[in-house]
């Protein structure tokens, strides 16, 4: 023990180059973190950097240094105890939730910017070392630190390191941004949500990671704000829940088509991707929405199909390709004219939010084969019809044309037949048409477009 005011409680971590041991000041009766560390000439190297950065640096989430000592045979550090999880235990239990966990992250970053505007890289950035107390997120163990520039790495957490650590290269922010983008991946692979957060997820875990240096975030502040547009991209949107209960009501534009299916597989994306195709061509550029849990917009990622602009936005063609789920560090322009994929209205869903007051909503209806028989597809459907109004347009696939009559008989609306075509992007003569019949009942004036003779 450092001296008679502690008393020895137990032992709570050790390794090669430290042991952590709590105690408790019997004085104060508080407990605290006395870390020993054998003495040799990098461990006094790690000793002094620690101190000078527990003395000099103060903030939320940075444990207080309450006293030191050094022995002939040992280093002792005695620091503020964190009573709490550490992010580690807390995600391999799955005991918090995408959100808090991304909080949690962003105070840990507020620290990082701390330690950078005083000439200090972590360099050991890891779920065991960030401890929720109250709340409040600690990052301890500052034995890694180093002075930005520097190239003597002689401890790498392989797993959180980034590549330059491997090389003996030169470290910096961009170093400790990169750790973050490790630890993001940790937070993507294990805590669920609805998928609004996760697909945002996706591209800022890709910046953070990048190879080079010089293409992750230049700056913790850019971190920062990109995870915080992130967080808030769930609190932004009207409805985030993308359970059974959910119909989108937001816009993204002055006039948005939202298009949805009676059941999976009937056309939603490709519907919608062709639509915004011909619009492209007649008014200029589209926003095509993907906001349903598939992979489209993910996979036109992944695929090379998507081109970013110099303005970063992504391009397919004259369409500008968007996720709700994933907008996050910019909030982009919307063009005067959007294209929803909204995917399908569950069979089995019963409380139905109010459809939006802006724009038109595309109903694509098909056979009775997901319901029981077809007068429950019947009512399923008045229903729906009922409740977006007159401010819809019904489209039947998979359906001839006897049963599309019957069904438009029953529900008192017109209903345009969807020819078959296998390119979205490729619009025949009888597709162009069929396009024509949907574009004269909707109303752009909303967009400054008038031109009803289309």
């Not at 697909?199 to 915080?228: G, H, N, V, W, Y």
Request: with cysteine; hydrophobic share 35%.
């Amino acid at each position: 023990m450092p001296d008679s005011r502690y008393e020895y409680i137990k032992k709570v971590g050790g390794g090669a180059t430290c042991e952590t041991f709590l105690i408790k000041h019997k004085d104060m009766n508080e407990y605290r973190i006395l870390k020993k560390l054998p003495v040799s000439q990098q461990n006094k190297i790690s000793f002094n950097v620690e101190v000078e950065i527990l003395k000099n640096i103060k903030g939320k989430g940075i444990p207080v240094l309450y006293d030191i000592a050094v022995r002939e045979d040992s280093l002792l550090i005695i620091e503020e105890f964190a009573d709490g999880k550490s992010l580690k235990h807390l995600l391999e239990e799955n005991n918090i939730d995408i959100i808090s966990a991304l909080w949690c992250i962003i105070d840990i970053c507020h620290i990082l910017s701390l330690l950078h505007q005083n000439g200090y890289i972590y360099l050991d950035i890891k779920p065991e070392h960030i401890i929720l107390c109250q709340d409040t997120p600690y990052l301890i163990d500052y034995g890694n630190c180093m002075v930005s520039g520097s190239n003597d790495i002689t401890m790498i957490s392989e797993k959180f390191a980034a590549p330059e650590q491997f090389h003996s290269e030169p470290v910096g922010i961009y170093s400790d941004i990169y750790s973050i983008g490790v630890l993001l991946t940790e937070i993507y692979a294990r805590c669920s949500d609805s998928g609004i957060i996760r697909r945002q997820l996706f591209k800022l875990i890709e910046t953070c990671m990048s190879p080079l240096p010089e293409e992750r975030f230049s700056d913790i502040r850019s971190l920062i704000s990109a995870l915080e547009s992130c967080t808030k991209q769930q609190e932004h949107f009207l409805c985030p829940d993308l359970s059974d209960n959910y119909i989108p009501g937001y816009r993204f534009s002055d006039n948005i088509i939202h298009i949805y299916g009676m059941r999976k597989h009937i056309g939603c994306t490709h519907l919608s991707l062709a639509l915004a195709h011909y619009l492209s061509e007649i008014y200029g550029t589209t926003d095509y929405i993907c906001e349903n849990q598939q992979d489209t917009f993910l996979s036109m990622m992944e695929n090379g199909i998507l081109k970013r602009s110099s303005s970063g936005d992504l391009f397919h063609n004259n369409i500008r390709v968007k996720n709700c789920q994933w907008n996050y560090i910019r909030q982009q322009i919307a063009s005067r004219i959007a294209v929803n994929d909204c995917g399908c209205i569950p069979e089995k869903q019963i409380n139905i939010k109010p459809a939006d007051t802006f724009g038109t909503n595309i109903l694509i209806i098909s056979d009775a084969a997901p319901w029981n028989n077809r007068r429950s597809l019947y009512c399923r459907l008045k229903e729906i019809c009922n409740l977006f109004g007159d401010n819809s347009v019904i489209v039947a696939n998979f359906i001839d044309k006897a049963e599309t009559k019957k069904i438009a008989n029953h529900i008192g609306k017109k209903i345009i037949n969807m020819p078959l075509f296998d390119n979205p992007v490729c619009l025949t003569r009888e597709t162009r048409y069929f396009f024509k019949q949907i574009v004269r009942k909707i109303d752009f004036t909303k967009a400054e477009i008038i031109r009803r003779d289309t």
